[in-house]
């Protein structure tokens, strides 16, 4: 909401959460101009079916999404003032499609190491994280988006960068730390300790 590059659209999407909180944040966010909210009405049932955070980022993009450039941001990061500028300004002058940023990571409220973007890399798969990464919508449609089966819940983010290095895109660096990452007991340790990614 206080990023300095102000062509911006914010698209928030629920996946039908339980958190008794999220009728009040969707409110207030919903009065915002450059906000558009949308919710699904996936069961419990259905979830087991999809990787449901990359059928939710794929539907904003699809069905709502107007911009050139795409961001991701999940409910534990957090993009600082300047993030979209920066990217952007990066990528148009540089004719890149992806680019992604240095990123602090934050463990129980205390910085524990960065992220550093330093160099290109021909492949993101498990070196970035979906909150550092910028794309355009151009990458974004060549490659069919982010790929959402069930088998892909523990990285779904992963998963597409592949699909990027699939088709030959770089991950070009921005060496400034643009985004903070608050690790929590977020969809992979769920994955990776043998719970469902929703409980």
Known sequence: MNQS?????IIVADDNSSDPRMPAVLERLSKEPNVTVFQSAVTDEERAHKARY???????VREYSMGDYLFFLPDDDIFL???VLRHVAAMEANKWDVS???QAI????EHVSNRIANEVLTVGYNVVDHGQVCVTRNAFDAVNGWPDDAKYWSGADAYFWNRL???????????EVLCIKNERDGVQNKVFSGRKPWE
Do not use: C, Q, V
Request: glycine letters at 6%; hydrophobic letters at 35%.
């Open 54 to 60: 990359a059928t939710m980022i794929n539907a904003a």
């Open 100 to 102: 992604y940023s240095s």
């Open 5 to 9: 590059y102000d062509d911006l659209e």
């Open 106 to 109: 934050f463990r129980r409220g």
């Open 81 to 83: 003032h300047n993030k």
């Open 165 to 175: 290095t699939d088709a030959g895109y770089l991950f070009h660096p921005i060496n």
